[in-house]
């Protein structure tokens, strides 16, 4: 084992530490003599572990003696030696106390930082038909915008549809329906939807006193494009009746000097007709020119009729 003591030397009257292996030599011509004590006992000289050399008497020597290099309490980090080269950094002002300027970097504590801080005011002259207007690319926009935030929620919309509203989820369309349709309501709980436009051409002949004649009984100017669906014809009694329909252009009307005559009719040889009855109806239309131009003219002539006093053609069509 290792001996750590304090040695007596009674020639110099003086304690001295000594570590020595188990044999200590001790020098019988200069009669010294050795007293041991304790290490943390009387005497002086004890270095305790637990003090991490904070007991040295002289340290900056003891530091010398150990070959330790000077730590410098001042300076700069230029005036060290043996050390790496460090980057460069842009020269940045901080102020010391208080808020920075619009000049100086931004510490923790400026006031501003606060998440309570009010935002300012944006700017009127961002918005539109402002000076400086804010303005988006279509290439800076991807996704779909839903309709809380005021989009449609749909991707594409199809071409000359209408759109639905559909709540909070994504916009329906009526579809595009066909040429001369209508969009008919479908009251608070059904989508609207694309309908035919059913109108009715009517012609009343006769005065319903006197018993209608034959021939030419008058003309009708048709405003609108359509196409013929059915034909119905009534009477005021029960008897017999033929009538034919003729057509022509507003352009070629000259009150039946050419047009329009019996070659211009449209009802083949299926004509409305009654035949001891009060009604008739067609649906079929046997051969007929159904289609009616916007600025047309219609005749109606009768080829025939017994016992009856008033008659009443009625077309019903499909405006186109």
Avoid at 290 to 299: E, F, G, H, R
Wanted: glycine share 10%; with cysteine; proline share 3%.
């Amino acid at each position: 084992m290792t001996l750590e003591a304090n040695a007596w030397n009674k020639n110099n009257s003086s304690w001295r530490e000594i570590i020595d292996s188990d044999t200590i030599a001790v020098d019988t011509s200069t009669q010294n003599k050795l007293k041991f004590n304790v290490i943390g006992g009387g005497g002086g000289g004890d270095l305790l572990s637990t003090n991490n050399l904070s007991d040295l008497a002289d340290i900056p020597t003891a530091r010398t003696n150990l070959g330790l290099a000077d730590v410098a309490s001042s300076g700069s980090y230029n005036d060290l030696t043996d050390t790496p080269t460090l980057g460069t950094a842009a020269s940045k002002d901080v102020a010391a106390s208080g808020n920075a300027s619009s000049t100086q970097v931004v510490k923790g504590d400026d006031t501003r930082l606060s998440d309570a801080r009010t935002p300012t005011a944006h700017a009127a002259s961002h918005g539109s038909g402002g000076s400086d207007p804010v303005t988006i690319a279509t290439s800076q926009i991807t996704g779909t915008l839903g309709v809380a935030h005021g989009g449609t929620g749909q991707v594409t919309l199809t071409a000359h549809a209408l759109l639905l509203g559909n709540g909070t989820s994504a916009t329906n369309d009526t579809g595009t329906g066909t040429a001369g349709q209508i969009l008919k309501s479908g009251g608070s709980s059904a989508d609207p939807s694309f309908v035919d436009n059913i109108a009715c051409i009517a012609y009343v002949i006769g005065d319903g006193t006197n018993a209608v004649s034959t021939g030419l009984a008058g003309y009708l100017h048709i405003p609108f494009a359509c196409t013929i669906v059915s034909v119905t014809l009534l009477a005021d009694a029960s008897g017999s009746a033929v009538v034919n329909i003729w057509k022509t252009t507003y352009s070629s009307f000259d009150a039946g000097g050419t047009h329009p005559v019996s070659g211009d009719k449209i009802t083949s040889t299926t004509p409305p007709t009654i035949s001891s009855a009060v009604k008739s109806q067609d649906s079929t239309l046997t051969s007929w020119t159904t289609s009616i131009s916007a600025d047309d003219v219609l005749a109606f002539n009768v080829d025939s009729a017994s016992t009856v006093k008033r008659l009443t053609l009625a077309l019903k069509v499909k405006k186109t």
